[in-house]
């Protein structure tokens, strides 16, 4: 619920390290949106953290107040592969290759991603021959990358790693940091290991979804634990230039995990007409106040009764309602509103990995997407909303077959 007024917590923000945080908004205790359940461990107790969203007026970084031990997130439950998702492997692909052109990188480059999964990004620039080093500290993900050519080393980002990956392989020319510094507890560690890796003219590349379109579409399923921050612009310069570095320029792209920037960031200024018009736009609107975010946690609220009263009439009316994507969002939205197998019969996924599981907390079971055309069931909610073009082509006879999906964010909707 959101907060009156400003409600100054114990906590220091993870940027700039003032304290007086502002709190707008609480999703309650929840579970750890990765921490899938097994069937045989249904009956045992789960952990749950607080999940409380906080603004920092000194330099404008949303966060979240808890902080669940890294390892406990992304080793022990962490069961996300980027090759599953067609799109992401889409615009990945165009993200590499255009680096390639823009950057003139050959044979005696480095290319080093930190959170690079399975290698899913990082084989567009090895096929070329261009030296590669992947980061990452899931070990599933690791070893998947490193079966697949593509050299990663299984553990966290910052400085003494950095340090070790320079004395080893030499300056990096490209880093690329995709959907990982939201996932960062000790901010200004990974940033200073960037600074110390990255060369002199090379070039730093960060994508994580726009907290702008967080708020303007009340994307609150985003929010969970693996996130500790959500980014503007605005906090993202403020955070390079304390490690003496800036952000030149930014790119957008509203239809990719409901809205993601690409900061451009390197160890000189040249800060783009692009990238000044988007920090003046976000000064001009607010975002650098708490006014901007205040209201949020009653716009939370009002979808959490508008989606639970049209689920609520669909199983009273007899239908069958299933969801897709048992993704960290969907949990984060499950739990929060207290949908669990009175209201939706499964979650279907595709990460093989997931399958055969249940959903934290609400132990929805998770099935392959076969069972939406075994099955057939009424409606499919979109838990991953975020690929809905996505899902929709793969499931074109699923609704030719009469089946209706439902849309949660920004309002509840039959599609």
Not at 134 to 144: C, I, S
Not at 155 to 161: I, Q
Request: proline share 7%; with cysteine; glycine share 8%.
């Amino acid at each position: 619920m959101p907060a009156e007024k400003p409600l100054p917590t114990e906590g220091h923000c993870r940027s700039c390290g003032e304290p007086g945080l502002q709190t707008f908004l609480s999703l309650g205790s929840t579970p750890l949106a990765d921490a899938l359940v097994r069937p045989e461990d249904a009956d045992a107790p789960e952990a749950h953290f607080p999940l409380d969203v906080a603004f920092c007026p000194n330099c404008a970084l949303v966060q979240i107040l808890e902080e669940v031990p890294a390892e406990q997130l992304f080793v022990d439950n962490y069961l996300y592969f980027s090759s599953f998702s067609d799109e992401l492997l889409r615009h990945s692909r165009e993200h590499a290759l255009g680096l390639v052109e823009g950057r003139g990188l050959d044979s005696g480059s480095l290319v080093v991603e930190l959170a690079s999964n399975d290698g899913y990004l990082l084989k567009n620039f090895a096929e070329q021959g261009i030296p590669v080093l992947g980061v990452d500290p899931a070990p599933d993900q690791a070893e998947a990358a490193n079966a697949a050519g593509i050299p990663t080393l299984a553990e966290f980002f910052g400085p003494e790693l950095a340090e070790r990956i320079l004395d080893e392989h030499g300056p990096a020319d490209v880093i690329i940091a995709n959907n990982v510094m939201a996932h960062v507890p000790d901010l200004n560690g990974f940033v200073a290991g960037m600074a110390e890796l990255v060369a002199e003219d090379g070039l730093i590349t960060v994508e994580n979804p726009y907290v702008r379109d967080l708020i303007t579409h009340c994307e609150f399923d985003t929010i969970y634990h693996e996130h500790f921050c959500y980014y503007s612009c605005t906090a993202v310069d403020a955070l390079v230039r304390r490690h003496g570095m800036f952000l030149n320029d930014v790119e957008y792209f509203p239809n990719l995990h409901g809205g993601t920037l690409r900061w451009h960031i390197q160890p000189f200024e040249n800060v783009s007409e692009r990238a000044a018009s988007m920090l003046e736009a976000e000064r001009r609107d607010g975002l650098d106040t708490f006014g901007y975010y205040a209201s949020f946690g009653e716009r939370v609220e009002e979808i959490r009764r508008e989606l639970l009263k049209l689920l609520g009439e669909l199983r009273d009316s007899g239908a069958s309602i299933a969801a897709y994507g048992a993704a960290a969002k969907g949990s984060t939205l499950l739990n929060y509103m207290g949908i669990g197998t009175d209201l939706l019969d499964y979650v279907v996924d595709r990460n093989v990995h997931k399958q055969g599981l249940l959903m934290p907390g609400v132990h929805v079971p998770i099935k392959d997407p076969s069972a939406l055309l075994e099955e057939q069931p009424d409606y499919v909610l979109l838990l991953a909303w975020n690929f809905t073009e996505e899902i929709i082509s793969q499931q074109s006879e699923y609704l030719d077959r009469g089946g209706r999906f439902i849309t949660p964010i920004p309002r509840p909707e039959i599609l």
